[in-house]
């Protein structure tokens, strides 16, 4: 039976190359690996589909040797946000919960309650081999918010109302010189509407009304999930939180900064935002 072998060195994603210059996750019956891996790991992840996926973390060296093997196969070392332009869009998000589900694994070895020994007891659960205390795997839920307001008409402005305007901000934590959007972590006893009014508030002095649920994204970096939002702004002028954000402006559809990458549901309310902006005004 063939099997789809997601195999990971900390980020790094094992994929495979294929004739026509296109990649794949290494299917097969068995691992490309030659040295002894009677010591890794291997996780079954269930899907609602009719394939069967292994999941397994190994170290550098056995790393290295897959992908400089020099056999009828071409193996590649992939960033796996970066797989996302090389993967189709079932096995990328495949691959980030095979991630979610090994990094679970490594931080679920011993008990929370008496620092024993856990096993797995399914292929998403384990049990404490002492006290039997169980966990599964941990999903820390964000919300991210597109906030947009109409542009106020300047003196002697000649062109309408202005427009619209998006709120974009730098984190940061960004690695790169994007702008991208208000987002923070649900704590607890808060609904999402709530978290995301709390955010918005702390992080830019500004109130919101009118929030709409826009879309959800599994987010396995390492182990959460993004639920987005659109939502007007009411009223408050713009100051940052210092300590988490470095950059943030009002944005006009024709002078937008570097946006995030196609991969983020930040920028699929972006994009959203755009096209709605752009059937206003024909």
């Given amino acids: 039976m ?11 994603l094992l994929l495979e190359k294929l004739d026509d210059q296109s990649f794949r996750i290494p299917i097969g019956e068995k691992p490309e690996i030659r040295s002894s ?22 170290d550098e060296a056995i790393f290295k040797e897959i992908v400089n093997s020099h056999d009828k196969r071409t193996f590649e070392a992939c960033d796996l946000r970066k797989s996302y332009y090389k993967l ?23 008990c929370g309650k008496c620092g024993s020994r856990m096993n797995l007891s ?20 964000a919300v991210i918010v597109l906030i947009h ?10 062109d309408g109302t202005g427009g ?12 790169s010189n994007f702008y991208g959007l ?30 709409e649920y826009f879309g959800s994204q599994p987010w396995p970096y390492p182990s959460g999930i993004m639920i987005g939002f659109n939502a007007e702004y009411v009223s408050g002028d713009l100051h940052l939180q210092d300590n988490e954000l470095k950059n943030g402006n009002w944005f006009t559809k024709d002078n937008l900064p570097t946006l995030p990458e196609k991969l983020s549901i930040a920028r699929m309310l972006i994009d959203n935002w755009l096209e709605n902006t752009k059937n206003k005004s024909l």
Avoid at 2 to 12: A, G, K, R, T, V
Avoid at 51 to 56: D, Y
Avoid at 122 to 141: A, D, M, T
């Fill in 182 to 211: 208000v987002a923070g972590f649900v704590e607890t006893g808060e609904s999402l509407e709530q978290a995301l009014a709390r955010e918005v508030k702390e992080e830019t002095g500004l109130t919101i009304t009118n929030i």
């Fill in 37 to 58: 891996y009677k010591n890794i790991t291997v996780h079954q992840v269930k899907l609602d589909v009719d394939k069967r996926v292994m999941a397994m973390m190994v």
């Fill in 88 to 110: 189709n869009q079932h096995e990328y998000e495949t691959a980030g919960k095979c991630r979610e589900i090994l990094y679970w694994d490594e931080h679920t070895q011993y």
């Fill in 122 to 141: 399914s292929p998403i659960s384990k049990k404490c081999e002492r006290c039997g205390y169980e966990v599964w795997p941990h999903v820390s839920p």
């Fill in 2 to 12: 063939n099997i789809f072998w997601y195999i990971f060195c900390d980020n790094l």
């Fill in 164 to 175: 619209e305007e998006v709120l974009l901000v730098q984190a940061r934590n960004f690695r």
């Fill in 149 to 158: 307001k109409i542009k106020k008409k300047e003196k002697n402005a000649t």
